[in-house]
């Protein structure tokens, strides 16, 4: 039985290590920040993920599952680290770096290097560089493949067990290896490449989403200018046969959709057009959104001589979760909080307390607020009715039919 050790324990790394451990294999799992390793070793996780938590207790009760801040021998290593970019768009590769650097000395003859960050085409190729460079013996005696999480946050549990996966190793052997080592707890198809096309897949995914939903929110500003219901004309579209966009929102958000695309820009500047436009489109988006609440903030106080009390509803940066990375919806009330003189209540069902949000209920904000702003389309939101008269600016096709 392999030994597993998982550099990275978050939203992507601790479902891949429990749903390992949980078919027997003996896995730990390396993370830099001590509280989340001493958080996991007490068989508890550190962000919302169905189903996980029991999984985490149940692999950690039974020992198959460890949390520590440093790695030990083991017989595969898969890198599961965070890849933001810097300042100017720049893909930002030290985390995958340095998680290499650190199991380096451990690596052995027969061993499996799997890299499945999101990482910008050449990555793995640079990693084994670096291995061999420092470890010549390795050369030729150890497996090295990328194999990219596809999973969606909130069904992780389901999609990593069912999903496809495309595995690139950096040679045929390593492919077949690595596909050997997946075959045993993932139940979609294995879909075999090199290195260069898996990481480029990867980014081609998440960028299509993200041109995808651009169409969707230039769409319904047009709409807005034009007096037309966009939810409506969207699910008119939609009964083509062959067309399918998908849903406005007031951006994109997450640590995927809104970064990848700048990983493709940063390699290819003079090639990207339609992928770059895409990105301000979708950015722009919450920009347009805060125009418009300041909009009927200042006709409230026009009309009114007063000014209005506005609850941001969600400020998750997608529906049904806790996670607040790269959120338009965060963006947008902290806006609203700095560029009105408004009392601003932020209602969000995923999160008890927030140090710079004043969390409120939904009921309360039903009492107080004089403008209700939809940002986010939690399933607590749907089907609710408020009080009448109130000002409701929909940003997500809450109020759709
Ligand atoms: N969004 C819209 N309209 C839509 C769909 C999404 O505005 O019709 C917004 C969401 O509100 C959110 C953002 O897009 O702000 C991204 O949400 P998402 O649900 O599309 O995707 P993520 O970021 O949670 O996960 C994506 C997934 N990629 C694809 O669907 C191609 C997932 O499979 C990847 O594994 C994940 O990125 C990742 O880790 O890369």
Redesign the pocket.
């Known amino acids: 039985m392999y030994k597993i050790i998982c550099m990275g324990l978050g939203?992507?790394g601790l479902p891949t290590a429990t749903l390992i451990a949980g078919r027997g294999f003996d896995v730990l799992g390396v993370d830099i920040n001590e509280k989340v390793v001493e958080v996991i070793n007490r068989g508890e996780i550190h962000f919302i993920e169905p189903g996980l938590k029991e999984l985490v207790q149940q692999s950690v009760v039974k020992g198959n599952l460890r949390a520590s801040t440093k790695p030990e021998a083991g017989d595969v290593y898969l890198i599961v680290v965070p890849t933001p970019f810097k300042e100017n768009h720049e893909p930002d590769i030290s985390y995958v770096e340095n998680a290499t650097r650190t199991v380096l000395p451990l690596l052995k003859k027969g061993d499996l290097f799997i890299i499945e960050s999101?990482s910008p085409v050449m990555t793995t190729e640079k990693m084994s560089d670096i291995i061999f460079s420092e470890r010549p013996e390795l050369k030729g005696n150890i497996f090295v493949a990328y194999c990219?999480?596809?999973?969606?946050?909130?069904n992780a549990l389901y999609?990593l067990e069912y999903?496809d996966r495309v595995i690139g190793g950096i040679d045929e052997n390593s492919t077949s290896k690595a596909c050997s080592f997946y075959s045993q707890f993932v139940k979609g198809t294995l879909h075999r490449t090199n290195a260069r096309t898996a990481e480029m897949c990867?980014l081609v995914?998440?960028s299509?989403?993200?041109v995808?939903?651009a169409f969707?929110?230039e769409l319904s500003i047009i709409c807005a200018q034009n007096g037309i219901n966009v939810w409506e004309l969207i699910e008119l579209a939609n009964r083509h046969p062959r067309v399918h966009i998908?849903?406005?929102?007031?951006?994109?958000?997450?640590?995927?959709?809104?970064v990848?695309p700048w990983f493709i820009i940063a390699q290819n500047p003079q090639q990207t057009h339609l992928i770059k436009q895409a990105r301000d489109v979708?950015d722009n988006k919450a920009e347009w959104c805060i125009n418009q609440i300041m909009e009927s903030y200042n006709k409230f106080i026009a009309d009114h001589n007063r000014v209005p009390t506005i609850a941001c509803m969600g400020i998750a940066?997608?529906?049904d979760?806790d996670d607040l990375r790269e959120?338009?919806a965060k963006y947008i009330a902290s806006e609203v909080i700095a560029r009105t003189k408004a009392k601003v209540f932020i209602v969000e069902p995923n999160i008890k307390e927030h140090n710079n949000f004043p969390i409120i209920s939904l009921k309360q904000a039903d009492e107080q607020a004089d403008i209700v702003v939809w940002l986010?389309?939690h399933k607590e939101f749907l089907n609710k009715r408020l009080t009448s008269g109130k000002i409701e600016l929909d940003f997500?096709g809450i109020l759709k039919k």
């Not at 990219?148 to 909130?154: M, S, T």
């Open positions: 939203y992507i999101t990219p999480e596809r999973v969606l946050p909130g999609e999903n990867k995914e998440n299509s989403r993200d995808q939903i969707a929110n998908l849903q406005p929102g007031c951006g994109v958000g997450g640590h995927c959709i809104a990848d979708n940066f997608k529906p979760i959120s338009p986010v389309r997500c």
